[in-house]
């Protein structure tokens, strides 16, 4: 019922840019969805936080990405995007996209490919 579904990604060289969309529905308050964010898992390596952002804007970023990665979103329609700059080959990963509402629930998408590669 509820569907977390990413997209954008791709192969980019270091350097390059790519922006990641995930759309949310199914929800049955759409506001009910307190924060919303990114995270990735890398080859041989655990899942890691990327970024999120809450409803009311506050986000927080893994080190590994400030400054390069902005994330935003569209509470309305429980979209929330992944703008990724100055790529580099560590930034290869699956990229998932994670909600979590007011309730506790947590929602995940099935990834997209992201990788950087010259």
């Known amino acids: 019922q509820v569907q977390l579904v990413e997209s954008g990604g791709g192969l980019v060289q270091p350097g390059g840019s790519l922006t990641l969309t995930c759309e949310g529905s199914?929800?049955?308050?759409?506001?009910?969805?307190?924060?919303m964010g990114w995270y990735r898992q890398a080859p041989g390596k655990q899942r890691e936080l990327v970024a999120t952002r809450s409803s009311g804007g506050s986000t927080d970023y893994a080190d590994s990405v400030k400054g390069r990665f902005t994330i935003s979103r569209d509470n309305a329609r429980a979209t929330v995007y992944l703008q990724m700059n100055s790529l580099k080959p560590e930034d290869t990963a699956v990229y998932y996209c994670?909600?979590?509402?007011?309730?506790?629930?947590?929602?995940w998408g099935q990834g997209t490919q992201v990788t950087v590669s010259s």
């Open positions: 199914g929800f049955g308050n759409i506001f009910s969805i307190n924060v």
């Open positions: 994670n909600a979590n509402d007011r309730r506790g629930r947590t929602y």
